[in-house]
């Protein structure tokens, strides 16, 4: 994008989901990070689902890793200080209905793939709120998919 004479990118290839903030709060959150890019899918049926596949599993395990080094690193400083630390993390993995773009979704931002990903999305954090998660732990949340979200 370009703003005056400036190009603008997303820098969201290589920090996807920015929770260090609110891990690095004094506060015991209740954290819920959804991730575009789910690491916990099945096995692709095609040459199209294989390369949307390896894009969730690259940045979709990123996200993974920085957010349990990031809560562990926590739980740690806490530990050594002494602190009571009850954190609540969800780490919800986004579903997509059925039409989404393949491995062309990072791309697409078209208003119809907003709108199904705003519907996609309302679905998830519906599912995760209804689920308790043990404390200091990464809770993995995955709806069942359904169609039409």
Request: with cysteine; proline share 5%; hydrophobic share 40%.
């Amino acid at each position: 994008m370009q703003i005056a004479d400036r190009w603008l990118g997303d820098g969201g290839f290589s920090l996807n989901a920015p929770f260090e903030p609110i891990l690095e709060s004094g506060t015991p959150p209740r954290l819920y990070v959804v991730d575009l890019f789910a690491r916990d899918d099945g096995v692709p049926d095609g040459l199209e689902a294989a390369a949307e596949r390896k894009s969730d599993l690259i940045f979709g395990n990123q996200t993974y890793q920085r957010l349990r080094h990031a809560s562990e690193a926590r739980w740690l400083r806490a530990e050594l200080q002494g602190l009571v630390h009850e954190d609540q993390i969800y780490l919800l993995s986004y579903r997509p209905g059925q039409g989404e773009a393949g491995p062309e979704k990072s791309f697409d931002l078209s208003d119809i793939a907003m709108a199904q990903r705003w519907r996609a999305g309302r679905l998830d954090m519906e599912h995760a709120l209804s689920l308790a998660c043990d404390c200091n732990s990464i809770c993995s949340v995955r709806r069942a998919q359904r169609t039409g979200a």
